[in-house]
């Protein structure tokens, strides 16, 4: 059973940095592209970045840009996503995800929500001094 487990979460002030880690389990890791998406208070969710299966291709949505680095460590079915200058509006849930058979992260295709069937349950981030 494919699973997703996010983790790296919490309270951080602006300016400050954090690294998630989503940890995946029941299916061959490095054939599946992973996403990151983010939903805050009263918004919907969007998304931020992803990566193909080997990690050649990786892409960002604007809120992510120059900031957000995705990484992956096949050997250890883990993704990463590390987040720099951080600022009170990146507080939200992050959310990884594997998207539906077929789908590769490109720099050319936005990350969207209906592209991705099996999500992680979330890790909260919160951006506050």
């Known amino acids: 059973q494919l699973q997703l487990v996010e983790s790296g979460g919490g309270l951080v002030q602006p300016g400050g940095s954090l690294t998630l880690s989503c940890a995946a389990s029941?299916?061959?890791?490095?054939?599946?592209?992973i996403g990151w998406f983010r939903q805050a208070p009263g918004k919907e969710r969007e998304g931020i970045s992803c990566?193909?299966?080997?990690?050649?291709?990786?892409n960002y949505e604007d809120p992510a840009k120059g900031r957000f680095t995705i990484s992956r460590d096949n050997a250890k079915n883990t993704v990463y996503l590390q987040m720099n200058s951080l600022k009170p509006e990146d507080t939200a849930v992050y959310y990884c995800a594997a998207p539906a058979a077929g789908y590769f992260c490109s720099a050319y295709v936005a990350i969207q929500e209906r592209d991705f069937d099996s999500w992680g349950q979330g890790t909260q981030v919160t951006v506050s001094s």
């Open positions: 990566i193909s299966g080997s990690g050649s291709s990786t």
């Open positions: 029941g299916f061959t890791f490095d054939w599946y592209s």
